[in-house]
């Protein structure tokens, strides 16, 4: 039984570039959301999406944007990047009735 | 706003007693509690959550209090082992009124001491 996967697994970026990330649920999962943690901090929710649309959404500009596939795998998408936007992004997979949410192993993107 | 606080940004234990990693949360919204583990190069692991209508759970080793007039959780780890070092992350959603994302707190890094 498959658990989370996201791709890739480190990517560098220079300000201004655009970059996308993709995750695909563990296997029965409906629901995707993404989270950013910084060094040194806790993840900080970016979005959720659900039936291929956004269900809830953190505090993060209009930069971040993202898509769930009828599969149910996402990406994000972030624009224009800044240096800020250097961190871990992790990807976490649930149902949509409730439950825990799963996280996949990440995805270090380095800005320069 | 920092919502959920671990105050403890490392702990260190000796092999074979007890671990307790401390959490406390501001909005009293919060309805869902949970415990992850981070090691490095990997995503956080679900150990332990406990729902605002009851004050423990257990699940082998370890141990979730929830205190909510303290506004307070602790995970308690008995007997703590080597593996058991890692960050440790405490989690909390407001279920009740629609909302599924998770807040967490900064981390506890536990050591646990051969």
């Known amino acids: 039984d498959a658990g989370v996967t996201q791709s890739p697994t480190h990517l560098i970026k220079t300000r201004g570039q655009q970059v996308t990330l993709r995750c695909s649920p563990k296997?029965?999962?409906?629901?995707v959301s993404w989270y950013q943690q910084a060094l040194g901090q806790g993840p900080q929710f970016i979005f959720q999406y659900y039936e291929e649309e956004e269900r809830q959404r953190g505090n993060f500009p209009d930069r971040f944007s993202g898509h769930q596939f009828p599969n149910y795998s996402s990406e994000l998408n972030v624009n224009a990047l800044l240096l800020g936007d250097s961190a871990l992004y992790l990807c976490?997979?649930?149902?949509?009735?409730?439950?825990?949410?799963?996280f996949g192993p990440g995805t270090r993107l380095t800005v320069t | 706003d920092q919502q959920v606080k671990q105050n403890s940004p490392s702990l260190s234990v000796q092999e074979g007693r007890i671990s307790i990693l401390n959490c406390d949360y501001t909005n009293s919204m919060f309805d869902y509690f949970l415990w992850y583990k981070k090691y490095p190069a990997e995503g956080p692991t679900f150990l332990i959550s406990?729902?605002?209508?009851?004050d423990k759970n257990e699940d082998g080793r370890f141990t979730v209090f929830l205190n909510k007039s303290a506004k307070h959780l602790s995970l308690h780890i008995v007997p703590s082992q080597p593996g058991d070092s890692a960050v440790y992350f405490c989690a909390a959603s407001a279920r009740a009124p629609g909302t599924y994302k998770y807040i967490f707190g900064t981390g506890t890094r536990l050591k646990v001491l051969a």
């Open positions: 296997s029965g999962h409906d629901t």
């Open positions: 976490a997979s649930s149902l949509v009735q409730g439950g825990e949410q799963y």
């Open positions: 406990i729902s605002s209508i009851k």
